[in-house]
């Protein structure tokens, strides 16, 4: 009767899809996975919201909340320096003004040259708030730091900063010190080189026993097959967001060569939905999606790319996402390289026409 029991109760786990770790996690469904890209998708190319401010300065990385009935979008400018920290403002989801600064070059220190932000704790509700939520009564960015010159250049690290407002061009306070970094001592073999972008999302549930979660891409010094170097999306975990260290012992999505990274995470229904971008495992750069019941144990999904190449201005590259759903219209924000730089651009699930800013 015991053992029976006993089975019967692993069979509820498996048949409601609330596999815990160390029951052994269930994975997504194949229909499951098929239901988040028609929730998901974005046949729509709307076009650049964001373009290079001139031909010397390139932009990047969108992240987008909402606060007092307006959006907010910070994003980067590499300006052949390194990386700063900008902040737009919108009413739309499509118009977009440029407001100033949040982390700026400086003469020293470790990030002296390198800023690259990205606003934690948003809500992930998917057609939520999107609102970033206070943490000590202070809003909370990560971001990529460093001190050498150029395009992603030197030993990156993880930085954390955070400000009192979010929707004011102001200079965002940091940590003296990067919270991860290639050279730490709990380093593992993908990301023992360098660290790029982060992702921090607060675990109400604690799935993960922590209450804050980072998601990184990382680059270790094991090469691929062809003796190159590949970037892994990894995890962090926090209990003040201040004090960070490495989650498990493997990274969370992998190809094991080119790039999966840029990851952002949406709660839709009982599953949690990574959005990011693959490049050079196949040709160009594109954007995916994984899912998971847990935080930790992820489902690829093996169908069709969200976005690809298709236009004159992300016929490079079409990557590093943003989205969300408002209203009834799931908005894609992403990364474009193409016949007008390196822009911003907006992919939607209904047709909203097109951008006069070019397509």
């Keep these: 009767m015991k053992r029976l029991l006993i089975s019967s109760f692993f069979a509820l786990i498996v048949l409601t899809g609330f596999a815990q770790p160390k029951y052994g996690v269930a994975s997504v469904p194949d229909e499951k996975m098929r239901e988040i890209f028609e929730e998901v998708k974005t046949p729509y190319k709307y076009g650049i919201v964001l373009p290079q401010p001139d031909a010397g300065r390139l932009v990047d990385s969108p992240t987008i909340f909402r606060k007092g009935g307006n959006w907010y979008?910070?994003?980067?400018?590499?300006?052949?320096?390194?990386?700063?920290?900008?902040?737009?403002?919108?009413?739309?989801?499509?118009?977009?003004?440029?407001?100033?600064?949040?982390?700026?070059?400086?003469d020293k220190d470790w990030d002296a040259t390198q800023k690259a932000?990205?606003?934690?704790?948003?809500?992930?509700?998917?057609?939520?708030?999107?609102?970033?939520?206070?943490?000590?009564?202070?809003?909370?960015?990560?971001?990529?730091?460093?001190?050498?010159?150029?395009?992603?250049?030197?030993?990156?690290?993880?930085?954390?900063?955070?400000?009192?407002?979010?929707?004011?061009?102001?200079?965002?306070?940091?940590?003296?010190?990067?919270?991860?970094?290639a050279v730490d001592e709990d380093a593992r073999w993908y990301d023992n080189k360098t660290i790029y972008k982060s992702l921090v999302i607060r675990d109400k549930a604690k799935k993960t026993g922590y209450p804050f979660v980072m998601y990184y891409n990382a680059k270790g010094e094991k090469p691929d097959a062809e003796g190159k170097g590949f970037e892994n999306i990894a995890m962090a975990v926090s209990s003040d967001m201040t004090h960070w260290k490495r989650y498990g012992q493997q990274p969370l999505i992998t190809r094991k060569?080119?790039?999966?990274?840029?990851?952002?995470?949406?709660?839709?229904?009982?599953?949690?939905?990574?959005?990011?971008?693959?490049?050079?495992?196949?040709?160009?750069?594109?954007?995916?999606?994984?899912?998971?019941?847990?935080?930790?144990?992820?489902?690829?999904?093996?169908?069709?790319?969200?976005?690809?190449?298709?236009?004159?201005?992300?016929?490079?590259?079409?990557?590093?996402?943003?989205?969300?759903?408002?209203?009834?219209?799931?908005?894609?924000?992403?990364?474009?390289?193409g016949d007008k730089g390196r822009v911003i651009t907006v992919a939607t699930s209904k047709d909203l026409g097109h951008s006069a800013l070019g397509r």
């Design 257 to 337: 060569t080119g790039i999966c990274g840029d990851a952002q995470i949406a709660k839709i229904g009982d599953l949690y939905v990574m959005f990011y971008f693959g490049a050079f495992w196949k040709p160009g750069a594109f954007e995916r999606f994984a899912a998971s019941y847990d935080l930790v144990n992820w489902t690829d999904w093996t169908g069709d790319d969200l976005i690809a190449p298709s236009e004159a201005y992300d016929k490079t590259y079409a990557h590093k996402p943003w989205v969300i759903k408002w209203n009834g219209v799931v908005y894609h924000f992403y990364n474009a390289v």
């Design 73 to 106: 979008m910070t994003y980067i400018i590499f300006d052949g320096k390194g990386y700063e920290t900008w902040l737009a403002k919108s009413d739309d989801l499509l118009s977009w003004t440029t407001l100033g600064k949040l982390l700026s070059f400086s």
């Design 117 to 181: 932000g990205y606003v934690a704790l948003i809500d992930t509700e998917w057609g939520g708030l999107y609102e970033a939520e206070k943490y000590r009564n202070r809003y909370w960015l990560s971001y990529l730091g460093g001190s050498e010159k150029g395009y992603e250049a030197g030993r990156l690290g993880v930085g954390i900063a955070s400000t009192n407002d979010l929707t004011k061009p102001q200079e965002a306070t940091r940590l003296p010190q990067p919270v991860l970094s």
